[in-house]
């Protein structure tokens, strides 16, 4: 695969407008504004189907068509590529690889909803990434893309790179629109949506990165094309990271829906090692983890929401038998903790909680009380907390001890980690 | 209004409203911890989860807005395990330390907690040591008991518009604090944070360990220091003021107050407070019942009167008194005495913006309210530094600013609330009335006049444009520093205005032709027809809290009650009807001229209430030589001045907090203040005082309390309104070119080659008057006074922060601190009038008024130079 | 805890990190929205952001200085204490951990002669560890100042660091 938003990355000097112009690069951008109006646009990608990559898998044309109804002036598109969900890279290579693709896609979007402009908020540690941006912002620019009157239309439009400054929050779209007007990036009372009460109090529309790469191949091959790909509810193609112990980790394109085990065995090329796969996070950290049972299953939102995970962004982290998962749980949890922003107790102390007694398991000084205790530390955070970062949080405690419970009580009841490879005497 | 359920029940509530507030309206009680109804939503604490129907998960109340045919349950299993499992989260590592923490018994989570919370704590890990921080001077600060809801922060950044504190770090490590976590505030005390803060994370030094909250007894009355006329509570206990609170919605602060009056109240229980009446024998005043001391009294003023003629006693009062007391004293001065020989602190200034208004509007009650303030669409606020002297005005300015309006500063200095100003105009030092005639001029040259105005007032408009003609935008700009360009910008966002507010300042009022400059300012407000509508109008600060007052009750030789005019014998016989006694006819005496007066051998007594004319006159004015000339001085205080050291009889008089009656603030607006605590000492509200006396003097003036005053307040001013009056205005604007011309008469002040500096002494936002000195708090925070000076000047002086400068002109010279400020523009400086001590004052001038006898002694040319210590 | 009398002189940005702030002034509707790039222009500038940055970085956007310090802090790439010159940042998150970024932080230590959290004697390198920085495919990983280095292994930290001398 690889054959639709990763089909560049592997070219010679694929930052450069040149080498994008030459493969038929602005064309669906020429064609979006020559042939449709910004409500055609907007249809075209309903059609599609097109849901968000950024985790939620909010339909992408339903947002823009929220934002594009909201007569309030000006508009603002603002691009998420803070990528920061544990295990996700997959908007990576896009930006520091075929940047131009992705603001094609952006100025197509921008165009749809009538935005003045739009800015890429783009991860603080992404310095090389928005360094290539910048460039290609620049050359699109200097080609007559961006800026007045693109393409001699009555369309006006602006790209600005935006570096956030490391806070994992800032990914949520109210945190990172706080976090671009100069503040502490912490999430937003909703409603009102963004849509309509965004960016500096202005109808904002939030994409993630590879969402937004995805619409210049729609516009060009049109709807069908974009929706005979995989399944009905959810189609088009997918970037999947895959990391871990898996002998090729990488940035895999296939078609949504694909399954776990292809990704794993197929083209991950299996278990390191040659050794057993004890469990995989299938969207990011904060998704629940799946036992090798689940395996079979589609990697869709669906599907993977079926056997009690989600999709997220598709970041698979793979893990085999030598690893601890009182360690794992505790390691994520260690992550949620560092990056809770501090605005609503059940997250800012539920997440600090948690570690502690996850320190103290893996320790071997967990009571038989602290699973219980645990579970319902999780139960008063579910659904409770300000923003989803809290939800996310504990996924990876609930479903370890599902699934994982033994390895619980083997390091409370018996005091030791119940993976006997050398590593894992650090539990992670 | 919109109809939702709320457990079952029907409730209807406005649309948008917060839930929580509509629960509330509704009698159903969602706990909340960060919601405060004074702020904007929050929703950090999550305490306040409720059901509502449709939605997947539980809402926070204080977050979500009723809308129609919403269901919403608050009451329920889940919902009692969600509270449950909230408060655990805020007690993880609370420190259980209620015993001993100054906020026990009124913390919102202990009560919270024996309410909805569990009893034992799971939480089972080490909790960290925890520490006090104890080094601001007012606030004290325990971070291990925040709860994180950032009310502090809000109420600093949304309600008080300051933006000190603020959270830092993130996550579990979240600290709320000042710039750089810093242990001292250093802000404007405003207390708000300690008052909002839930729980005993932020207290006050002031209070600790005074009593528990069910201990005090509350008592709502209004703050003595400014004109604001703020509304707070006193809480005490044995006679003793603990503290100061307030409820948000309450009085025109909303809650909100300074530093002074927040954390200003100690004078009251100071223990240097005049306890009994004292008498001089020989040259010491000793102390003496209060029988013997009014029979002095009455024995000299009627020995007086008998030799002198009634003409020949005087009375200057503070504008700190009740209405009552006010009301009294010139009723006892004009009857019992005879003598219109009354004047009061308004006679520093105020009068001359009342004198102003009154010509112009009239008697009705003409000024902008604050209300007016916060919703007006443009402000042009001249010489005010509001937000120091008047610092509740001050919010409402900002509060204004804040909502988007237009806000135009001029000041001769760079002021706190220019940060919010559109345009803010650094004019020089005495040049205000170019400024305002400039504004004027640009108004009528530039046509920005109402049109509808001009035609009625066509003639008064043309005048105006004759007599500005002469004066060039290039000399406008020359004296003032403010280019044509800014000029007409301010004058044409003025004029634009819908709701136009004015407010002016001790720079005008309390300078060379303040009475002019107040009246040019309203020629402003007519040409452009913002006054006599609703919302748009004037205010003329006043930084003691009732100088209104002290006018409208008559405590001015040429006021009677209700502003009549006490050379009118129309007016006098509507009062003398009531008091059913002729008032005296002679022209009374302002306070220059009384002072002249002793100086001449006129006067020969003086009796004066809560003034300190020898502690703050210039030493080397004639008015102090007068003081130590007179016949017989009777002093009338809280406590020992220097005029009480020359007195013949001192009294002590009770304070706010001792007695009832009323103070009116700036607009005019009286409120009722209350006794907290009964009379320190042997002290007696000025009142009873003045009614003892008058028993004495063969003219007994005998009220059962001050509610029997006010109603024959009420009474003489019904007496006056119904006097009926034709418009003002309209007669105003027939006042004669010629008169016009000297209403814009300008005066140049030149700086003397010798003395190149202009100092000004001014009031400050951490003091006021004469009690703040006494007071704990204002004093903890600024002890003394420093003399502001331009960096650049500094320089050439050779000055450096933390130097003494000393300050010389012919009157003596006196060594200050300094502190170095690009806020103060070159060649002026600036040192705060309440500190006795270096004696700053001794260098100025005493100015009077020609109009209204207003006498200034707040400026002086001087050299500076730095002071080298003697080793 | 820093005192708060802050010594204004000596913080000013150099002309092209005050150009480079009017240049961007042009691209926000406000200016608050300049407060994240103006504390990266002083971090680059001042070496780290201590008081007087901040303080200045205030005076430069007229935001107030405790919203500043407020939001320096919250970010993790703002450094409120000075660090070495080169600024070794592990990724200890899940994916390099299962690749051995434990076994990777331990040799740095050993080999810089440092724990985590400290900087060398000499001021050349901070070790700090960070969360995930998006290489996961390429774990385990570090960040030193901008550049990132994957895959990395004992020989390759030790050619890595021999070249940042
Ligand atoms: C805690 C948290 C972190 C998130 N981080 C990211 C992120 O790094 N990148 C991203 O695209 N979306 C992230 N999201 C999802 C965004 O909130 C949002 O749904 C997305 O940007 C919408 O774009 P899409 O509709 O194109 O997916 C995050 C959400 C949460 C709650
Ligand atoms: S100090 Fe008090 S008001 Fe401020 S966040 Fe903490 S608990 Fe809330
Ligand atoms: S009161 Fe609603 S979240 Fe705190």
């Not at chain 1, 409603?191 to 529309?205: I, L, M, S, Y």
């Not at chain 1, 090329?269 to 040659?274: F, N, S, T, Y």
């Not at chain 2, 001065?333 to 200034?349: E, K, Q, V, Y």
């Not at chain 2, 509610?707 to 418009?727: F, T």
Request: overall charge neutral; some cysteine; aromatic content about 8%.
């Amino acid at each position: 695969m690889n054959d639709i938003l990763l089909k560049n990355i592997n070219k010679q000097n694929s930052t450069d407008i040149e080498t994008y112009l030459k493969d038929g690069g602005y064309k669906p951008l020429e064609k979006a504004l020559k042939e449709y109006t910004p409500k055609e646009v907007i249809d075209i990608v309903q059609k599609s189907g097109l849901r968000g990559r950024g985790g939620a898998g909010f339909p992408t044309g339903k947002k823009w068509e929220f934002a594009a109804a909201d007569k309030n002036t000006p508009r603002y598109l603002l691009c998420n590529a803070d990528e920061g969900e544990p295990g996700t890279y997959k908007d990576r290579p896009i930006i520091e690889k075929d940047p131009h693709q992705l603001i094609e896609g952006i100025i197509i979007s921008g165009y749809a909803i009538g935005a003045a402009a739009c800015y890429i908020y783009i991860r603080g540690e992404y310095v090389y990434g928005a360094d290539v941006l910048q460039k290609a912002i620049a050359q699109a620019y200097k080609k007559g893309f961006l800026g007045k009157k693109i393409l001699g239309k009555k369309f006006d439009f602006d790209l600005y790179v935006h570096k956030g400054a490391g806070a994992y929050v800032c990914g949520e779209e109210t945190a990172l629109i706080e976090s671009l007007e100069g503040k502490r990036g912490q999430s937003r009372i909703k409603p009102p949506f963004p849509v309509n009460v965004g960016v500096w109090n202005k109808p904002t529309v939030i994409n993630n990165v590879e969402t937004l790469a995805n619409v210049s191949h729609i516009i060009k091959n049109g709807p069908d094309w974009f929706k005979s790909m995989g399944p009905e509810k959810c189609p088009g193609p997918k970037i999947y990271s895959i990391s871990g112990h898996v002998n090729k980790p990488g940035n895999y394109e296939l078609i949504m829906g694909t399954s776990l085990k292809d990704l794993i065995y197929k083209y991950a090329g299996g278990i390191k090692d040659g050794k057993k796969l004890k469990a995989v996070i299938p969207g990011g950290a904060s998704t629940p983890v799946l036992k090798p049972e689940h395996i079979e299953v589609n990697m869709d939102y669906e599907s993977v929401g079926a056997v009690g995970s989600m999709l997220g962004s598709g970041a698979i982290m793979v893990m085999d038998e030598t690893v601890c998962m009182v360690g794992v749980t505790r390691r994520l949890l260690k992550f949620f903790a560092h990056e809770s922003c501090g605005k609503c107790s059940p997250c800012r102390e539920g997440t600090h909680w948690l570690v502690q007694i996850l320190d103290r398991i893996v320790n071997n000084e967990g009571k038989t009380e602290d699973i219980d205790l645990m579970l319902d530390i999780c139960d008063n955070m579910r659904g409770k907390t300000f923003c989803p970062l809290g939800d996310g949080a504990i996924n990876p405690v609930l479903s370890t001890i599902k699934h994982f419970r033994d390895e619980y009580l083997i390091h409370i009841e018996e005091k030791r980690c119940p993976v006997n490879y050398p590593h894992s005497e650090y539990c992670l | 209004m919109v109809k939702l359920t709320i457990n079952n029940k029907i409730v209807e509530a406005p649309d948008g409203m917060l839930l929580t507030e509509a629960a509330k309206m509704a009698g159903i009680e969602i706990p909340t911890l960060c919601y405060h109804p004074e702020l904007q939503p929050y929703g950090g604490c999550r305490l306040c989860l409720v059901r509502i129907e449709k939605m997947p998960k539980l809402q926070t109340a204080c977050t979500t807005r009723v809308c129609d045919n919403m269901v919403v349950t608050t009451e329920s299993p889940e919902i009692a395990k969600a509270r449950k499992g909230m408060l655990e989260f805020v007690l993880t590592y609370h420190p259980l330390d209620c015993p001993i923490c100054d906020k026990g018994g009124e913390c919102e989570l202990q009560n919270l907690v024996f309410k909805f919370g569990s009893g034992f704590r799971r939480y089972a890990e080490d909790i960290e040591e925890y520490t006090i921080d104890t080094n601001d001077p007012l606030i004290d600060r325990e971070l291990d008991r925040c709860v994180r809801c950032l009310r502090c922060v809000r109420v600093c950044d949304e309600v008080q518009g300051v933006t000190n504190l603020t959270a830092y770090n993130r996550g579990s490590h979240t600290e709320i604090g000042p710039f750089m976590g810093g242990s001292i505030f250093d802000c404007e005390y405003c207390g708000s944070c300690v008052a909002i803060c839930p729980v005993g994370a932020l207290t006050s030094k002031l209070f600790k360990y005074k009593a528990r909250p069910w201990q005090t007894k509350r008592t709502d009355t209004i703050c003595t220091y400014c004109g604001c006329g703020c509304q707070f509570a006193l809480e005490t206990r044995d006679g003793d003021v603990l503290r100061v609170v307030t409820d948000y919605e309450k009085g025109v602060n909303e809650g909100s107050l300074c530093t002074r009056g927040r954390f200003g109240y100690s004078f009251v229980n100071n223990k240097k407070r005049l306890t009994a009446p004292l008498i001089k024998t020989n040259t010491k005043l000793e102390p003496t019942s209060w029988d013997e001391a009014t029979d002095i009294i009455a024995d000299r003023f009627k020995k007086i009167i008998e030799n002198n003629g009634p003409d020949a006693i005087a009375g200057i009062i503070t504008g700190h008194c009740t209405n009552e007391d006010i009301y009294l004293f010139q009723k006892f001065m004009r009857l019992a005495i005879g003598t219109n020989n009354i004047d009061s602190a308004a006679r520093f200034g105020y009068v001359n913006a009342m004198s102003a208004i009154k010509q112009v509007i009239g008697s009705k009650r003409f000024e902008a309210s604050l209300d007016d303030v916060a919703n007006a669409d443009v402000i042009l606020s001249i010489s005010t530094n509001i937000t120091e002297v008047n610092p509740i005005a001050g919010l409402k300015v900002r509060r204004a600013a804040k909502r988007g309006a237009v806000l135009i500063v001029a000041d001769v200095q760079d002021t706190d609330i220019a940060k919010f100003a559109s345009q803010n105009l650094i004019i020089k030092s005495g040049s205000e009335r170019w400024f305002i005639h400039g504004l004027v001029k640009a108004v009528i040259e530039k046509g920005f006049y109402d049109k509808k105005i001009y035609k009625d007032y066509k003639k008064f408009i043309d005048n105006l444009e004759n007599i500005v003609k002469g004066l060039s935008f290039k000399e406008i700009e020359e004296k003032t520093g403010i280019s044509e360009k800014d000029i007409i910008e301010a004058a044409k966002a003025y004029s634009k205005a819908k709701k136009g507010v004015i407010i002016f300042g001790q720079g005008i009022t309390h300078q060379q032709d303040g009475y002019k400059s107040s009246l040019n300012l309203l020629d402003l407000c007519i040409i452009t027809g913002n006054i006599d509508s609703k919302g748009t109008a004037i205010l003329p600060l006043c930084d003691e809290n009732n100088e209104y007052g002290a006018l409208e009750m008559g405590a001015a030789p040429e006021f009677l009650s209700g502003f009549l005019n006490a050379g009118a014998a129309k007016d006098r016989e509507i009062i003398s009807k009531i008091w059913d006694k002729k008032i005296p006819a002679k022209k009374g005496l302002t306070m220059p001229e009384i002072f002249n007066g002793i100086l001449k051998g006129k006067i020969k007594a003086l009796y004066i209430i809560g003034e300190n004319p020898a502690g703050t006159f210039p030493q080397k004015s004639e008015f102090y030589e007068a003081l130590q000339k007179l016949d017989f001085l009777v002093c009338q205080d809280l406590f020992p001045t220097a005029t009480c050291e020359l007195a013949d009889v001192v009294l002590p008089a009770s304070s706010f907090a001792e007695k009832d009656g009323t103070f009116t603030n700036m607009e005019g607006r009286a409120q009722k203040i209350e006794a907290a605590i009964n009379p320190v000492g042997d002290s007696r509200p000025d009142w009873q005082i003045f009614s003892a006396l008058s028993e004495k003097m063969g003219y007994p003036m005998d009220y059962d309390n001050a509610d029997a005053i006010l109603k024959e307040i009420a009474q003489v001013i019904e007496g006056c309104n119904s006097k009926g009056e034709g418009s003002a205005i309209e007669n105003y604007v027939k006042t004669s070119v010629k008169e016009l011309r000297a209403i814009y008469e300008r005066k140049e002040e030149k700086a003397p080659a010798k003395f190149p500096f202009k100092l000004m002494l001014g009031p400050v936002l951490f003091h006021s008057g004469k009690l703040s000195g006494y007071s704990e708090g204002p004093v903890r925070i600024l002890p003394e006074g420093r003399l502001k000076i331009n960096p650049n000047d500094a320089d050439r002086l050779g000055i450096i922060e933390g130097d003494k400068a000393l300050l010389k002109n012919a009157n003596g010279e006196v060594k200050v601190k300094v502190e170095i400020t690009d806020r103060m523009p070159e060649g002026l400086l600036f040192y705060p009038e309440h500190f006795m001590y270096p004696a700053v004052r001794n260098l100025c001038k005493i100015d009077i008024d020609k109009d209204t006898k207003a006498n200034y002694f707040k400026s002086a040319f001087v050299a500076v130079e730095r002071h080298v210590p003697e080793h | 805890m820093e005192d708060t009398n802050i010594e204004k002189k000596g913080y000013a940005f150099s002309k092209e990190g005050m150009n480079i702030l009017k240049e961007m002034m042009k691209d926000y509707p406000s200016s608050d929205a300049l407060l994240l790039p103006a504390l990266y222009i002083a971090q680059e500038e001042f070496g780290h952001l201590d008081s007087g940055a901040l303080q200045y970085v205030a005076d430069v956007l007229k935001v107030p200085r405790s919203k500043v310090f407020g939001v320096a802090t919250y970010y993790t790439m703002y450094k409120t204490k000075p660090t070495g010159k080169h600024l070794v940042q592990v990724c200890t998150n899940l994916s390099c951990s299962l690749l051995g970024a434990d076994h990777i932080l331990k040799y740095l230590e050993n080999k810089l002669g440092i724990k985590v959290g400290e900087t060398t004697h000499d001021k050349k390198f901070t070790l700090i560890t960070v969360e995930c920085l998006g290489s996961c495919g390429t774990a385990p990983m570090m960040q030193v100042n901008d550049t990132y280095y994957e895959n990395l292994t004992e020989e390759g930290i030790d050619r890595i660091l021999e070249g940042l001398k």
